[in-house]
């Protein structure tokens, strides 16, 4: 019985937390013109950078399939992606939480004694709060990726997975190095700002002993890590401290070296609508003899983290072909509205939505799931065509049902289940399956219409009440024929 | 650049004589004369309109909601209603989505339940693609805009139809509202579940729809129109929508439209 407590008032708690982000966020004028600009930005140059749109549907029809058919070889892949990064000198480590995965790190930064590590981008690396668990342990993280490095000196998380500083605009960002970078030369030109930011990196670059990076693309055939960045620190910090260490999640293998180039074209371009990212590194060992630079050692973890609930579902396996782009929140209206922090989570938009119920149960984020409309846009723009209004609808389901229901597909399904709610849907179905009860319910609502409250919680805050009509239009059509004699 | 979206490519029938309307429990309880206009239209084309009494609710409250049992045994009882082997023309975009799409999904794909699907059409898909109706504009010059709701555009391309229909009009100039494919917050459950991110939303979209100085704004889905209007009367805005079917039919008559709240 505790036990339950425990577990409802947790629950509670969190729908809670999410409401109160929600009215904190949507009140900031400030913080919703950031979302509003940048997603239009963005959205237009998603927009300008396909041919036409059936380049775009067939394109998208492609990488779907590559997705699909590497995850139904997961298993098989990520034995052969361990064999051929292991032949070619990187060493693999395998990791079911990010406990785990934070013990592996945190110990092969300690062999190496090293006390400094500089970041390249990696949404894994937040999914585990790599950095609050290092710097517990006195090791210096230092992020290198400029959106994340502002993220870091502000205290903050990322608000999107793509430009993690999205939610700042350039006065706000100028502020913040005014008050954090030493001789920083106050200024608000974005240019000027970035070049400032990159001197106090440069020096770090060279005074890491690691390097910890993301991976976008693990190709099992050849045992490669392709990493996809823009501004030259991914290839810093994987060329030139001595240990490098690459954290990914399983979901990442690719199965041929000629799937990469479609699902590049398309991530770049779904992401920022660039043809091609500045840099792209592929990472095939460490440094070899006679060669002039890179790390003597290259690590990769592989992290579950939920990810093995989410296949072994084959609906929601679909959730695992996602390529990390963000076009999804770029074009997500609720994402728009309330930006990336509200979301509470580190993955926000739709995207969030799906994966986060396996990464943190759905008890902790059954509010997550309900708040869309449904309206698509996000499914519409998705690169490798992820249904994910669909299986919104999916978690919606396995939320509400009843928490003794077998088999158990989630971690916290039936967390979002209300006895009350539960009991109206069935009432609401015996009426509406009923042809007679049906009527009853309409003659009632029309005839007492004059008891329709004024006052209808949220709905009344921002709009009035609709009124039911005089008669249904099943009343006006049997009148209609009982009047042209065919009743 | 408009999404490609194949699910709106299908064979259309030929003309039939006969059909069904499906006038969903929003228009049925709220909004009837939608409903009775709609009839009117098909049968000034030569259409027996014919309306199952036994009919209620699509069942996407509840799919929605993911109380997939509770939908499952709505939608059955909708399916028994529509026995004939004619068109089911439902008068809302969203509700058509859900029996032309997500029917399958619920009720299994069996031969019966996927023949009901086949003949569902959205009004304005209809009068379109299978009627090919050119409306003969009668009413006096203005400017409308138009919202299209996003299960209506996503699943049935009724902002390609609706767009159709308006611009053949000949006294009429379709006028396009910023952000015209954004989402206007309605979302079934989600207006209370989520009141604030859904208020929010259709503040932007009323806000966007008034900044077109037009008199009024047609849809095809009262879901949608229920939500922005009430947004539009709340702020005492003197903009209205009205549904396609009463707008087109006052359009062809004559009639100055009213719009509908």
Redesign the interface.
């Known amino acids: 019985m505790k036990h339950i407590i425990e577990e409802e008032s947790k629950y509670a708690a969190s729908a809670k937390a999410f409401r109160a982000n929600?009215?904190r966020d949507?009140g900031n004028e400030e913080l919703r013109s950031n979302f509003r600009g940048a997603m239009d930005y963005l959205m237009d140059k998603r927009?300008g950078a396909?041919s036409?749109?059936?380049e775009?549907?067939v394109l998208r029809e492609q990488c779907k399939l590559i997705k699909q058919r590497c995850l139904a070889k997961l298993p098989h892949l990520l034995e052969q992606l361990e064999g051929n990064l292991e032949k070619n000198g990187i060493k693999v480590h395998w990791a079911e939480t990010i406990t785990e995965a934070n013990e592996i790190i945190a110990q092969l930064i300690a062999q190496k004694k090293g006390k400094s590590v500089v970041k390249g981008k990696s949404m894994v690396s937040e999914e585990t709060a790599l950095n609050d668990y290092l710097e517990e342990r006195n090791v210096e993280c230092l992020e290198s990726d400029m959106g994340e490095y502002i993220v870091q000196l502000a205290k903050e998380h990322p608000s999107h997975i793509i430009m993690p500083a999205i939610h700042q605009n350039k006065k706000q960002v100028a502020k913040l190095f005014a008050d954090n970078i030493e001789g920083f030369e106050y200024s608000t030109d974005v240019d000027t700002l970035i070049q400032q930011g990159r001197t106090v990196l440069r020096d770090k670059f060279c005074q890491a002993d690691v390097g910890i990076s993301g991976v976008n693309f693990a190709v099992a055939e050849t045992g490669t890590l392709c990493l996809v960045e823009n501004e030259g620190n991914g290839r810093m910090c994987t060329t030139i401290p001595d240990l490098h260490i690459a954290i990914t999640g399983i979901e990442k293998v690719i199965e041929h070296l000629a799937d990469v180039p479609p699902l590049l074209s398309l991530l770049t371009r779904s992401a920022t609508g660039q043809a091609i990212s500045t840099y792209f590194n592929m990472i095939n060992s460490p440094r070899k003899p006679g060669e002039k630079d890179g790390p003597q050692e290259v690590h990769l973890v592989l992290l579950d983290n939920g990810r093995s609930q989410a296949f072994a579902d084959e609906e929601l396996r679909q959730t695992l072909q996602c390529i990390r782009c963000g076009a999804c929140m770029n074009h997500c209206?609720?994402y728009t509205?309330?930006g990336g922090h509200a979301y509470g989570t580190v993955y926000p938009g739709p995207i969030g939505k799906m994966i986060s119920p396996h990464m943190l149960g759905l008890d902790a984020t059954s509010n997550l799931p309900?708040?869309?409309?449904?309206?698509?846009?996000c499914?519409?723009v998705c690169p490798v065509k992820i249904p994910i209004p669909?299986i919104l609808?999916r978690l919606?389901?396995?939320?509400?049902?009843p928490k003794s229901q077998q088999p158990e597909v989630m971690k916290g399904q039936g967390a979002?289940r209300n006895n009350v709610?539960?009991l109206i849907?069935?009432v609401?179905?015996q009426?509406?399956?009923?042809?007679k009860l049906?009527?009853l319910s309409?003659w009632g609502?029309?005839r007492f219409r004059f008891l329709m409250p004024k006052k209808l919680?949220?709905?009344?805050?921002?709009?009035?009440?609709?009124?039911?009509?005089a008669?249904?239009?099943?009343?006006?059509?049997?009148s209609?024929q009982s009047q042209h004699g065919r009743g | 650049?408009?999404?490609?979206?194949?699910q709106h490519l299908r064979d259309y029938p030929k003309k039939p004589k006969q059909v069904y309307l499906f006038?969903t429990?929003i228009?049925?309880?709220?909004?009837?004369?939608t409903?009775?206009d709609a009839?009117e239209l098909l049968e000034r084309e030569g259409i027996e309109v014919i309306?199952p009494?036994?009919?209620?609710?699509c069942?996407q409250?509840?799919?929605?909601?993911?109380?997939?049992?509770?939908?499952k045994?709505?939608a059955?009882?909708q399916v028994k209603q529509f026995p004939l082997d004619i068109p089911v023309v439902v008068v809302s975009g969203s509700c058509g989505g859900m029996m032309r799409h997500h029917y399958l999904?619920l009720l299994g794909d069996d031969p019966e339940i996927n023949n009901f699907c086949q003949r569902v059409f959205e009004f304005t898909e209809f009068l379109v693609h299978v009627l090919r109706l050119k409306p003969i504009d009668q009413g006096p010059k203005e400017r409308v805009a138009l919202h299209t709701s996003?299960?209506a555009?996503?699943?049935m391309g009724v902002h390609i139809t609706g767009n159709k229909l308006i611009s053949q009009l000949a006294n009429v100039e379709l006028v396009i509202h910023d952000y015209e494919?954004?989402?206007c917050?309605?979302?079934?459950?989600?207006?209370?579940?989520?009141?604030?991110?859904?208020?929010?939303?259709?503040?932007d979209k009323s806000k966007h729809l008034v900044a077109t100085d037009v008199v009024r704004y047609v849809s095809a889905d009262h879901g949608c129109m229920?939500?922005i209007n009430?947004?539009l009367?709340?702020q005492k805005q003197s903009l209205r929508g009205e549904h396609i079917a009463s707008y087109l039919l006052n359009r062809i008559k004559g009639n100055s439209s009213k719009g509908s709240?």
């Open positions: 929600v009215t949507l927009k396909f036409s749109e059936d775009l549907e209206p609720v509205r309330i309900t708040a869309s409309t449904l309206c698509g846009a499914g519409e669909k609808l919606r389901q396995e939320s509400v049902k979002g709610e539960a849907w069935k609401w179905a009426v509406h399956k009923s042809p049906y009527a309409m609502l029309t919680g949220g709905w009344t805050s921002v709009r009035t009440a609709p009124k039911p009509a008669a249904t239009l099943h009343e006006r059509i049997k209609k | 650049m408009q999404q490609l979206n194949t006038g429990c228009v049925d309880s709220f909004f009837p004369d409903g009775m009839i309306y009494q036994g009919q209620s609710c069942g409250p509840a799919y929605n909601s993911g109380y997939k049992d509770e939908a045994a709505v059955l009882s999904d996003c299960a555009r996503r699943e494919s954004e989402c917050g309605f979302g079934g459950t989600f207006a209370v579940k989520h009141a604030d991110i859904s208020a929010a939303m259709v503040a229920m939500n009430g947004a009367d709340y709240l």
